[in-house]
Structure formats: C-alpha cells, structure tokens
C-alpha cells in the first residue's frame, strides 16, 4: 500500500509541474499561453524576500564563479545572471552531427508567493566553426530550427533545447520550493 502512495505521490509530483517552455519561430514561449517569453513559478506563503535569497542560494550553490556570473540585481525584487553551457545540444545538420554551445541570460523577479522566469538573451553556436543555432530564418545563415515559412526542421533540436531549459525551470522550482536533492540527504 505504501509502494502504491509512493508511486501516485511521485506521478502527481511530474504532472504537478506544469510550467514549461517551447520552441516556437518566435523564441522559447510559455507552453500554457504562447503569448507571454516568460514562466511564473508558484511558491506559496513565500515572500519575496525569502524568494530572492533562495534564488541567490541557488547561483551560489550551483555556479562555480557566482560574482562573475550575475549581471545585474536589486534586492529583494530582480536578479539577473549568465550561464555558459558547453556542448549543451547536438544539431544534425544534413546527417553531421554538430555540438553546440550557449551563453544565456535568465532573469528573475520576485512578488510573494511567486517568481517570474524569463530567458532574456540566447546566443547558441556550433562548437566546430561559430554558425549560429537561430530559432526562424535562412539556412544560409547558420542552422535555424524553423524555416523562414515557419516550418520545423530540427526536431530534434527543439526537443533536446525545451528539455534543457524545462529542467531548469524545474530545478530553480524545487529549490525555491526547498525540495532537496538526494545530494543534500547526507
């Protein structure tokens, strides 16, 4: 009987989680209302103090150079920080197989009871020759995942790139939340 509370507790937990991105020709957009760039992630009777310092807690604990990589903040209401991700996708381009990397931007904003997470700025590169992974546009300008009609041509590419930033939504979420990791069980 426990086995069974477990296992509907942990499936409520995935499907609780509602907040996530997609890939549109647009940019990364808000799965549940296309029209806003941004997620809110909920943490109830949580103020926004308490929220930004969670969050500084997080940079500090998951960033090897946290000073280096904020770029921006005012306490208690806005932070904002940089992450380099090596390697962090592969684009099959006409059947060769090409690492990307990124630098990114996430701003976050802080009111009680929830934060505001947006991706501000996304520079993606193929590691082997600096073409640019773009999300619309010409394939003589690098490797877009949408053509310049709209139509998808790296789906795989979209999937690999939602994943990504979807589990990292996820990750500032229960930290914010103060759901530990089995790291933090010692």
């Given at each position: 009987m426990k086995i069974i509370i477990l296992l509907f507790a942990s499936l409520f937990s995935i499907l609780g989680?509602?907040?996530?991105?997609?890939?549109?020709?647009?940019?990364?957009?808000?799965?549940?209302?296309?029209?806003?760039e941004y997620l809110v992630i909920d943490a109830p009777d949580q103020k926004a103090s308490d929220l930004y310092?969670?969050?500084s807690k997080y940079i500090n604990e998951n960033y090897k150079n946290p000073d280096e990589v904020i770029k921006g903040?005012?306490?208690n209401e806005y932070l904002r920080f940089e992450t380099f991700a090596g390697q962090f996708l592969i684009v099959n381009n006409s059947g060769a197989k090409l690492e990307v990397s990124a630098t990114?931007?996430?701003?976050?904003?802080?009111?009680?009871?929830?934060?505001?997470y947006e991706i501000t700025n996304l520079d993606m590169?193929?590691?082997?020759?600096?073409?640019?992974?773009f999300f619309q546009g010409s394939i003589w300008k690098g490797y877009p995942i949408y053509s310049t009609k709209?139509?998808?041509?790296?789906?795989?590419?979209?999937?690999?790139?939602?994943?990504?930033f979807?589990?990292?939504?996820?990750?500032?979420s229960e930290f914010l939340n103060g759901k530990k990791s089995k790291e933090d069980d010692w």
């Amino acid at each position: 009987m426990k086995i069974i509370i477990l296992l509907f507790a942990s499936l409520f937990s995935i499907l609780g989680f509602s907040q996530e991105f997609e890939v549109t020709p647009e940019g990364l957009k808000d799965k549940s209302n296309i029209e806003n760039e941004y997620l809110v992630i909920d943490a109830p009777d949580q103020k926004a103090s308490d929220l930004y310092l969670t969050a500084s807690k997080y940079i500090n604990e998951n960033y090897k150079n946290p000073d280096e990589v904020i770029k921006g903040k005012t306490e208690n209401e806005y932070l904002r920080f940089e992450t380099f991700a090596g390697q962090f996708l592969i684009v099959n381009n006409s059947g060769a197989k090409l690492e990307v990397s990124a630098t990114y931007t996430t701003e976050l904003r802080f009111k009680d009871g929830k934060v505001k997470y947006e991706i501000t700025n996304l520079d993606m590169t193929a590691d082997n020759g600096g073409r640019s992974v773009f999300f619309q546009g010409s394939i003589w300008k690098g490797y877009p995942i949408y053509s310049t009609k709209g139509d998808l041509r790296l789906e795989e590419t979209k999937k690999d790139l939602e994943n990504y930033f979807n589990s990292r939504v996820k990750s500032i979420s229960e930290f914010l939340n103060g759901k530990k990791s089995k790291e933090d069980d010692w």
